[in-house]
């Protein structure tokens, strides 16, 4: 089955820098790659996702980039801002069994 | 268009007690995910269900544990007999069908404690 490894598990950053969350799967079969954000006490929160078709995804200051070959995509953030801090999750979707599988997380910090 | 819906937010039991968690997919979608978390860690995968039937529950304990997502009405998580260590946060998500889309939401989450 397929399985997901996040790095790092916690990053600190200082605010306006940027932040890069890498993770690796296993199954080549996997065609769908959400990022969850979650704050303290809440639900997670899609923000970006991206389908094996594509390479790179942007939303404001956040984008996606997916390397099929290596079997690895990242979340990248610029310009970071306190409000950024919290857990980031990825998650991979296979075409065949429909589930998903989210790697461990990143404790995203940013300093003022 | 009301997100992931589950019910009740907060739920108290004493040891021995069966809790029932409730969830109401998005409109429109037919998939259903339980997943448990644990005070600062991750989320861990319990069962998936499309209506009327489970389709991966390698992540729900053999025991005391049952998930069903009935035809009419939202999917319930039942643990029975509950025990401290089931004290966590239960957080269901829904998907679409695969054809009509990918994406997972997830609702507000219960937060189940054993006293």
């Known amino acids: 089955g397929e399985n997901v490894e996040q790095h790092p598990s916690t990053l600190s950053v200082q605010e306006g820098d940027s932040a890069v969350i890498k993770c690796t799967y296993s199954?080549?079969?996997?065609?769908?790659f959400p990022w969850y954000k979650q704050e303290l006490g809440k639900r997670p929160q899609l923000i970006i996702d991206?389908?094996?078709?594509?390479g790179e995804k942007k939303d404001q200051r956040i984008a996606v980039t997916l390397n099929k070959t290596a079997k690895h995509f990242s979340l990248h953030i610029t310009e970071t801002q306190p409000e950024d801090s919290a857990v980031y999750f990825c998650?991979?979707?296979?075409?065949?069994?429909?589930?998903?599988?989210f790697g461990p997380g990143t404790r995203l910090s940013v300093l003022p | 268009n009301a997100g992931v819906m589950q019910n009740p937010r907060h739920l108290v039991r004493r040891r021995g007690q069966e809790a029932r968690l409730r969830c109401s997919p998005m409109?429109?979608?037919?998939?259903v995910y339980w997943y448990r978390q644990l005070p600062e860690e991750g989320l861990k995968f319990m069962v998936y269900?499309?209506?009327?039937?489970?389709?991966?529950e390698s992540g729900m304990p053999k025991e005391r544990f049952s998930a069903e997502f009935p035809k009419e009405g939202p999917s319930i998580l039942r643990i029975q007999q509950v025990v401290r260590g089931d004290s966590a946060a239960y957080f269901c998500?829904?998907?679409?069908?695969?054809?009509?889309?990918?994406?997972?939401?997830f609702g507000p989450g219960t937060r189940l404690t054993v006293t």
């Open positions: 998500a829904s998907s679409p069908p695969s054809r009509s889309g990918d994406e997972q939401y």
């Open positions: 199954d080549s079969a996997s065609n769908y």
């Open positions: 991206i389908r094996s078709n594509v």
């Open positions: 998650a991979a979707r296979d075409n065949y069994g429909q589930n998903f599988v």
């Open positions: 409109k429109g979608h037919s998939h």
């Open positions: 269900l499309q209506k009327e039937n489970i389709i991966d």
